[in-house]
């Protein structure tokens, strides 16, 4: 059964039996401030709208496999996305977001804390992600803090981006690529181009709106 106390709770455990994504928060202290690694979506994901194509800007994760807890998934994630294995940094506190709730802090029992554990409405509660995988009412997103241990490049995705907060408030409006270059690092896959009437785009809601609206604060931001 589900457990409704999220006071403190161990993340492995509550997701052990329901359908997850894990990934990972990279940031580094950049010439532009803070700034967060973004991947772009590859084009089978690609959306038109008012005949403009919206590239898709998220975080580095994804859906777990079968048996796999959390924390090894948002390793292989990361290894499969920025092709570079990661060191997992324990944090703090977790931010914990319902769906139904504003966020709060907790705290967890794991050994490895995540910094962000948000539960959502599963749009596909009866059907499994793929063979082997649980089903449920419910989704969970598990996001740790992390280091790469070698200088991250595209592997599983087109592209990399390095975004400060100003660059991801504005992506999350929407951004044309023409000046995408100008505003953040933009790591490509060698052939890979941005289509010119192309928009980037964070979806909302999403984790990496969570993590926009919490580094806003100046007090949180200079722990990073």
Do not use: H
């Amino acid at each position: 059964m589900e457990k409704n106390n999220y006071d403190k709770i161990s993340v492995e455990d509550i997701t052990k039996n329901y359908p997850f994504c894990a990934g990972v928060l990279i940031c580094r202290n950049g010439k532009n401030g803070l700034e967060f690694l973004l991947t772009l979506a590859n084009k089978n994901k690609w959306l038109c709208q008012q005949e403009k194509t919206v590239i898709g800007v998220g975080g580095i994760g994804g859906g777990q496999e079968p048996n796999e807890p959390p924390l090894d998934c948002a390793q292989r994630e990361a290894l499969e996305e920025i092709s570079a294995k990661v060191k997992i940094i324990s944090s703090d506190f977790t931010i914990f977001e319902n769906l139904s709730t504003r966020k709060k802090n907790i705290k967890t029992t794991d050994a490895i804390k995540p910094f962000i554990f948000q539960k959502r409405l599963n749009t596909c509660p009866d059907k499994p992600f793929k063979k082997g995988l649980p089903i449920g009412q419910f989704l969970y997103i598990v996001m740790y803090l992390a280091k790469p241990l070698s200088r991250p490049k595209p592997k599983d995705v087109p592209a990399l981006l390095w975004a400060n907060l100003r660059l991801m408030n504005e992506l999350l409006k929407g951004l044309k690529t023409e000046v995408i270059e100008t505003k953040g690092e933009l790591i490509k896959k060698p052939g890979f181009e941005i289509p010119g009437n192309a928009l980037l785009k964070i979806p909302t809601p999403s984790t990496e709106e969570l993590i926009t609206r919490v580094f806003q604060k100046p007090s949180f931001a200079k722990n990073f």
